[in-house]
């Protein structure tokens, strides 16, 4: 197991976000994670990939406990993620935004860089081949000197992709990846992503409202409602639950 979050419990000012919640997630493995808007998702990565503390409760990462640790220790240690809402760094090249999320692995410190010592430019010199690696993997490759601001929403989901990965995650948390897609746009990003996940060897937690084409993509799903875990397993199985049906898709569904 490489991930796993036991008993995770947060309120905000008395409404509680999470209840109770518990998850295992297998090296490899794609998890996806399904629920009605306020459900509780968004605070779960938040509270796995340390951005906010949980009430009670307990996060390990490949073992080591995480809970309490700031959000780029976590990331150090291989935990990354892409948000819900695009947040690029507009005065960047898109080159750049992925470089920023790679600074966490720059070999050399903070007085070498000032001495400019070779090893510097040699660190750098890689970084940057290991970016426009990464923006040809996600079809970004003759956008590497636009301005992140010139770059479709669709590219925009995939700079955010790739700026993730730069920070050499072993799990990736993907906050709504196919979010304002329709169907073939969302297959396509997921087709990505699977190919980059098969490749790197990663392990995926997939935020997703669209319902039929994380099926297809998922290993297993997890179920929130209303801050609580109602089921997880087999997607097709999952997704046949009439407590799922009446939860995710409304009453009289
Ligand atoms: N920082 C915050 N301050 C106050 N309340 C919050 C905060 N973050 C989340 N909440 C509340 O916690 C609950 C869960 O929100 P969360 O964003 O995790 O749900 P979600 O399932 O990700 O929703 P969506 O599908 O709409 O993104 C909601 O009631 C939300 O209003």
Avoid at 37 to 57: M, P, Q, V, Y
Avoid at 218 to 236: F, H, W
Wanted: glycine residues 12%; positive net charge; proline residues 4%.
């Amino acid at each position: 197991m490489i991930l796993s979050g036991t008993g995770i419990s947060k309120s905000f000012m008395g409404v509680k976000a999470l209840c109770d919640v518990s998850l295992m997630v297998e090296e490899g493995e794609i998890l996806g994670i399904i629920g009605p808007n306020g459900s509780g998702k968004t605070t779960l990565f938040n509270i796995l990939s340390g951005l906010e503390r949980c009430d009670a409760g307990e996060v390990t990462l490949a073992g080591k406990r995480v809970s309490g640790l700031p959000s780029h220790r976590i990331a150090g240690m291989g935990l990354g993620r892409t948000f819900q809402n695009l947040r690029p760094f507009s005065g960047l090249s898109v080159l750049e935004n992925v470089m920023a999320g790679g600074h966490l692995r720059a070999p050399t410190g903070i007085l070498g860089q000032i001495l400019g010592l070779p090893s510097i430019h040699a660190a750098e010199r890689q970084a940057r081949l290991d970016a426009l690696q990464l923006l040809a993997e996600v079809g970004l490759g003759a956008y590497a000197r636009s301005r992140s601001t010139e770059l479709s929403y669709g590219q925009t989901k995939r700079l955010e992709l790739a700026r993730a990965l730069n920070t050499r995650p072993r799990v990736l948390l993907l906050d709504e990846p196919t979010a304002g897609m329709n169907d073939v746009q969302a297959a396509e990003i997921l087709d990505l992503v699977g190919a980059i996940k098969r490749k790197l060897n990663l392990t995926l937690v997939v935020i997703e409202h669209n319902v039929p084409v994380l099926m297809r993509f998922a290993d297993r799903l997890m179920v929130l409602d209303a801050g609580c875990k109602l089921t997880e397993g087999e997607p097709r199985r999952v997704v046949a639950d009439p407590r799922v049906i009446e939860a995710y898709l409304g009453r009289g569904a």
